[in-house]
């Protein structure tokens, strides 16, 4: 079986490349993406009440995107979906290297990780070796 995992980034590249890999490392196949983090929120609604096994389990969610930026998606998430934090992990994927965009992540309590980009194929294994018993 297959978790379902939301990836968020308004790169089109961005989301193609952690695409390709949850695919090729066999992390997943039930891959849900956005570009608009707004969108991936109204699409959360949609499992509000529904078991947990149906949820998605993890997003990978870019910090720096036009409209509704990550830091926005966080507040919203936590706002509307208390019951969900840390049942789904947040893992932030994020081209930021700057260790106060890290640590102001890490202080959302929805925030599993702080991952900087480019996503690989190792840290996929990695991050599977750890996450696919959930």
């Not at 978790?3 to 968020?8: E, G, N, S």
């Not at 925030?111 to 018993?133: F, R």
Request: with cysteine; proline share 5%.
């Amino acid at each position: 079986m297959s978790i379902k995992v939301v990836c968020i980034d308004d790169d089109p590249i961005a989301l193609l490349i952690i695409e390709t890999i949850l695919r090729r490392t066999s992390f997943t196949k039930d891959i849900t993406a956005f570009n608009e983090a707004k969108q991936a929120i109204s699409y959360l609604h949609h499992y509000k009440n529904l078991p947990f096994e149906k949820i998605p389990k993890i997003i990978f969610l870019d910090l720096n995107m036009p409209v509704m930026n990550g830091w926005d998606f966080l507040d919203a998430f936590q706002e509307d979906f208390p019951e969900w934090i840390g049942v789904i992990k947040i893992l932030i994927l994020s081209s930021s290297i700057n260790p106060e965009d890290e640590r102001k992540a890490l202080e959302h309590t929805c925030v599993t990780e702080y991952i900087t980009k480019p996503a690989s194929h190792d840290l996929m294994e990695e991050l599977k070796a750890k996450y696919l018993s959930i």
